[in-house]
C-alpha cells in the first residue's frame, strides 16, 4: 500500500517536472527543437530591428507610421492574419511605406498544444493577406506569446520559415510598461548592435509604448545605431 502511495507521488513529481521543462522550452527566446529562432544577430556593426507586434488596427496604424516617416525608419510589423484582413487598408500602408510584413499567426492563439492543420492553416492564410498587401520580400514567423514547442517549428523547419524573437522586451516589466520614459532608458540600456526590439504599439491600451517610439529612436541614433528591418538585420549576420 505504502509502495503504491510513493509510486503515484514519483508520478506526479515526474509529470509536473516534465511539464514545467516543456513550459520553459516552448518559452525560450533562444532555443526551439526544429529550425531557426533568431533573438538577435552576431555583428559588430551597430544595427536594431525595431519590431511591431499584433495589428494592423484602425487606431494607431496612422500613429506608428507617422513617427516612423517623420524619422525615416523601416521597422518590421508582425501582423496577425485576421487583423490584416480587417484592415486591409492599414496593412498597404505599412508596405507602402516602406516597413517589412511578418507573420504574427492568423488568429494570435497559443500554439503549443496544437495539430499540424491548424498550424498550416493559421501560417499560410497569413502569408496569404501579406501577399495581397503587397509586401513582396520573404515572410518571417513570429509565435504568438512567444510560445511554441513541437508542430509549430516543425511545420516552420520544414517550409524554410525562421522564427523571429526578440532580445529586448521592455513591456514584460510592468513598472517599465506602464511609463514611456522607463521604456525608452531601458532599451537604451539593454541595446546591442544587432539588437530586436519587440514593442505593441497597435492598441489604445499601448499608448505609452507608442509615445516612447520617437524618443527611444533619438536615444539609439545619439548612439550611433542605424534602423534596420528584420531581413536586412539577418544579411547582417557573420559579417566582421
Ligand atoms: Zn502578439
Same mark, same amino acid.
Given at each position: ?28 527566446r ?5 529550425? !531557426? @529562432?533568431?533573438? $538577435?544577430?552576431?555583428?559588430? *556593426? /551597430?544595427?536594431?530591428? +525595431?519590431t511591431?507586434?499584433?495589428?494592423? &488596427?484602425s ?5 506608428i ?7 525615416n ?20 500602408r505599412?508596405v ?31 502569408d ?9 520580400g !520573404? @515572410?518571417?514567423? $513570429?509565435p504568438p506569446?512567444? *510560445? /511554441?514547442l513541437?508542430? +509549430?517549428?516543425?511545420?516552420l523547419?520544414? &517550409?524554410?520559415r ?32 544587432g539588437?530586436i ?31 534596420v ?12
Amino acid at each position: 500500500m505504502r509502495k503504491r502511495y510513493y509510486g503515484i507521488i514519483l508520478a506526479i513529481v515526474v509529470l509536473f517536472v516534465v511539464f514545467y521543462s516543456l513550459r520553459q522550452v516552448g518559452d525560450s527566446r533562444t532555443f526551439q527543437f526544429f529550425g !531557426e @529562432i533568431i533573438p $538577435r544577430v552576431d555583428t559588430p *556593426k /551597430k544595427v536594431v530591428a +525595431l519590431t511591431f507586434d499584433d495589428g494592423p &488596427t484602425s487606431c494607431c496604424t496612422e500613429k506608428i507610421l507617422g513617427i516612423l516617416g517623420n524619422t525615416n525608419v523601416k521597422a518590421t510589423f508582425f501582423v496577425t492574419g485576421r487583423e490584416l484582413e480587417q484592415n486591409p487598408a492599414e496593412g498597404q500602408r505599412i508596405v507602402a511605406a516602406g516597413h517589412e510584413l511578418g507573420n504574427h499567426s492568423y488568429s494570435h492563439a497559443r500554439m503549443f498544444f496544437v495539430s499540424p492543420s491548424f498550424v498550416a492553416e493559421e501560417i499560410e492564410s497569413t502569408d496569404r493577406q501579406i501577399r495581397a498587401a503587397g509586401y513582396s520580400g !520573404e @515572410i518571417h514567423f $513570429r509565435p504568438p506569446y512567444g *510560445k /511554441k514547442l513541437f508542430v +509549430l517549428p516543425y511545420y516552420l523547419a520544414r &517550409t524554410n520559415r525562421k522564427t523571429i524573437t526578440w532580445d529586448i522586451e521592455p513591456e514584460s516589466h510592468p513598472d517599465i510598461a506602464k511609463d514611456s520614459n522607463k521604456i525608452s532608458e531601458h532599451i537604451l540600456t539593454n541595446v546591442r548592435p544587432g539588437s530586436i526590439v519587440l514593442l505593441h504599439v497597435m492598441y489604445e491600451s499601448r499608448r505609452e509604448s507608442l509615445k516612447a517610439v520617437q524618443k527611444t529612436i533619438g536615444n539609439l541614433r545619439s548612439q550611433g545605431y542605424e534602423f534596420v528591418t528584420v531581413s536586412e538585420l539577418l544579411a547582417n549576420r557573420n559579417q566582421t
